[in-house]
């Protein structure tokens, strides 16, 4: 079998972890991309909120597949940010911005950047986008990263299908992990309900253990990319048969 080559953004994070953890292919090299090295794999130093430091990951994306010959190429952009939690108008303008540029911004320029990288090449490619319930339900204090989450949805929704007219042979695709047992969801649990009046739902799920382990979320992920799904499918692991897809 020959090399696998994997980008993860947001390494260092619990879905990110999850991902590192369970990667089901040998001897695959692992890049992180973000603001922290981790320890063990690959990084593309970036802050994801700058972007000038996109240039950083298109060179990476240069570097790595001058050559490359192995059999699969994948991106999972899992780098995502709530803050802040609050609503339109009242919170923070600056973060607010950092927030539409980091879950809105970054996985579509980040996505055409890889397309772009890897549109010659004969291996298996996949670009997964982590994506969220939040796209299509109202939760008001999520209005950045609600509006984000439908932004990525619609982007993979049409780049698959552009893919198959071209026969471009990337695979994309928006995974919704669910609930899932990383910061993020200890930070809503701790926002004042002010802020955020879903909160109770989420300390409930936390309470009565519904969380998912960031490691089987990891595996349901890399199951989903040999599951024989449609190109550009959004899809919630939570609708999957275990361990998903």
């Given at each position: ?26 001897g ?27 240039e ?19 991106f ?16 923070d ?101 002010k ?51």
């Amino acid at each position: 079998m020959g090399e696998t080559l994997i980008w993860i953004s947001g390494a260092n994070g619990g879905i990110g972890q999850g991902l590192i953890r369970t990667v089901p292919w040998a001897g695959a090299r692992i890049i992180g991309i973000g603001r922290h090295e981790v320890p063990g794999i690959g990084h593309v130093a970036a802050d994801l909120a700058d972007p000038e430091h996109w240039e950083r990951v298109a060179g990476s994306f240069e570097q790595e597949l001058a050559g490359f010959e192995g059999d699969r190429v994948v991106f999972v952009h899992a780098a995502g940010t709530l803050n802040p939690i609050g609503f339109a108008g009242e919170v923070d303008s600056a973060a607010y911005l950092t927030n539409v540029i980091v879950n809105s911004a970054s996985p579509q320029a980040l996505g055409q950047l890889f397309l772009e990288h890897t549109r010659n090449l004969q291996a298996k490619r996949h670009y997964v986008i982590m994506t969220s319930g939040a796209a299509r339900s109202v939760y008001p204090g999520w209005s950045s990263y609600g509006a984000a989450k439908a932004a990525v949805d619609q982007w993979v929704r049409d780049v698959g299908a552009e893919q198959e007219l071209r026969g471009g042979g990337v695979h994309v695709m928006a995974i919704g992990p669910g609930t899932v047992d990383t910061g993020m969801q200890a930070m809503m649990r701790a926002t004042p309900v002010k802020d955020f009046p879903h909160r109770q739902k989420f300390i409930d799920l936390f309470e009565a253990g519904k969380l998912a382990p960031p490691d089987q979320v990891g595996r349901g992920i890399w199951a989903c990319l040999d599951a024989g799904l449609p190109n550009g499918s959004v899809i919630d692991l939570r609708d999957r048969p275990a361990p998903a897809c």
